[in-house]
């Protein structure tokens, strides 16, 4: 059995950040993931970032995950377990991990769930054929692999990923044929949007997917305009030849060794679907367990890493480490996360956090 | 379908290897992810569904999902969106849930 102080699991924005910041107030941390590199979704991330210069902005998510990654690969006080999937929490207090088909068993003081999220997919004829994408798993495909899904694409979803995974499917030669938006306007930032329609890409709002075409693989897809109420308005259908379809309809939390460990969950639309309920520290109704990140509710990776850096300093804290500007650093964070969620495009995710913060 | 030009990326490649898929010889870079050597060899299908053997592809790309469950050397249900690709590797179709023998 190994002990730790404080366990994490996931090295996406809101592990790496948490770990560095416990590790920064002398907390010993003990950080685990399934993938064989750390950074998570960064990693795929070519786009520069908004916001202000505390949140990284105009930087590109790669070089934020390589930067947080070699810090955290070179802390001391940070143990870095890849390759190491988390299998359960007991009641007991410990962590079932398997790395290289073997078990290991870790029993931390604090546990951070930073697992992240995954797409969501979308009902309609065939959805299962070889040649449909979650967004994301396209812009994995092109970015860290340089390998193209097809030839000719439709994006499915015009919120920032399916927009902004459109532009990079343009920059790495591939036809972007439409983007259709079920809702009757863009979801994603304005400059982003007209990056891509100024490079020639139609977005039809109010339309969706009807069906996707093909035998083995995508061949089609026919695509129908709604009416107010949300309904295909029959005669509207329109046949794109495209060979990929790409799905942004959004990501859920990944909250399985949330549930598993008992912490009360709740159904939040507005976060992505069940979420722990959290205290404003992060804890989760089992006492000594924080989340953070896209598993405590969607949002960005900048919100991820200050969900990651306060679930860091209140772990550590919680073990009785400090530093005398510590409530500084927190009231920092929180102002800037308060700063980041305001404004129309935070409503959604202000409205969600409310149902859930205790 | 590799990508050959790419105005921000570079794209770090490991050595040329060759690799099997059904039986046919293919070609990869060790280090990519069988499903990206896969796809750049211009295959989409991975695996059949169990119940209904419809064809079934890569879908999330970071092992959540099980949509690309393949036989990698002789072992069933090997998420190819993460598993490395080596070389000599023996990819096959996998149809059903895979046998422990």
Not at chain 1, 93 to 118: C, N, R
Not at chain 1, 157 to 175: D, H, K, P, R, T
Not at chain 1, 248 to 266: D, I, N, R, Y
Request: net charge neutral; aromatic share 6%.
């Amino acid at each position: 059995m190994r002990q730790t102080e404080i366990c994490i699991i996931g090295g996406g924005p809101a592990g790496l950040t948490a770990a560095l910041k416990a590790a920064a107030l002398g907390a010993e941390v003990t950080l685990v993931d399934r993938n064989d590199y750390l950074g998570g979704q960064l990693i795929k991330q070519t786009h520069r970032f908004f916001g202000s210069k505390e949140q990284r902005a105009s930087e590109r998510g790669i070089s934020i995950a390589k930067e947080l990654a070699d810090a955290v690969e070179s802390n001391k006080k940070i143990n870095v377990l890849k390759k190491a999937t988390a299998l359960g929490y007991y009641k007991d207090g410990v962590l079932l991990v398997e790395q290289d088909e073997k078990i290991i068993k870790i029993k931390p003081k604090k546990l951070i769930v930073a697992t992240g999220g995954a797409e969501k997919t979308l009902l309609f004829p065939n959805n299962d054929l070889p040649g449909i994408y979650g967004a994301g798993a396209v812009q994995t495909l092109v970015n860290v692999f340089g390998v193209k899904p097809g030839n000719k694409v439709l994006m499915v979803g015009a919120g920032n990923i399916g927009v902004i995974v459109s532009y990079q499917l343009l920059q790495a030669g591939v036809e972007v044929a439409a983007i259709i938006e079920a809702a009757p306007q863009i979801g994603s930032y304005w400059v982003h949007a007209s990056k891509v329609v100024r490079a020639g890409v139609p977005i039809y709002t109010r339309h969706t997917i009807k069906r996707a075409w093909g035998d083995t693989e995508v061949e089609g897809a026919t695509i129908v305009e709604l009416d107010d109420n949300w309904q295909p308005i029959e005669g509207s259908e329109k046949d794109l030849d495209v060979d990929v379809i790409c799905l942004s309809v959004g990501l859920s939390p990944l909250t399985e060794l949330l549930w598993q460990a008992g912490c009360q969950m709740k159904y939040v639309p507005e976060l992505g679907g069940h979420v722990p309920l959290r205290n404003e520290n992060l804890e989760t109704t089992v006492p000594g367990i924080y989340t953070a990140g896209d598993a405590a509710g969607i949002e960005e990776a900048s919100a991820a890493m200050m969900e990651g850096a306060l679930a860091g300093i209140n772990a550590a804290h919680s073990l009785g480490y400090d530093a005398p500007d510590l409530n500084k650093q927190k009231e920092k964070i929180l102002m800037e996360l308060t700063g980041l969620r305001s404004g129309p495009v935070g409503e959604k995710i202000r409205r969600g956090l409310a149902k859930v913060t205790c | 379908m590799r990508i050959k030009e790419h105005p921000i990326l570079n794209f770090e490649k490991g050595r040329k290897v060759k690799f099997y898929y059904n039986g046919q010889e293919l070609e990869g870079y060790e280090g990519e992810t069988i499903a990206a050597a896969l796809h750049a060899n211009g295959i989409r299908g991975m695996r059949e569904s169990i119940r209904m053997h419809r064809p079934r592809g890569l879908f999330c790309n970071i092992g959540n999902c099980s949509s690309c469950l393949m036989i990698v050397n002789g072992k069933p249900n090997t998420r190819v969106c993460v598993e490395k690709l080596k070389e000599g590797m023996v990819v096959e179709t996998q149809r059903g849930k895979g046998e422990l023998k």
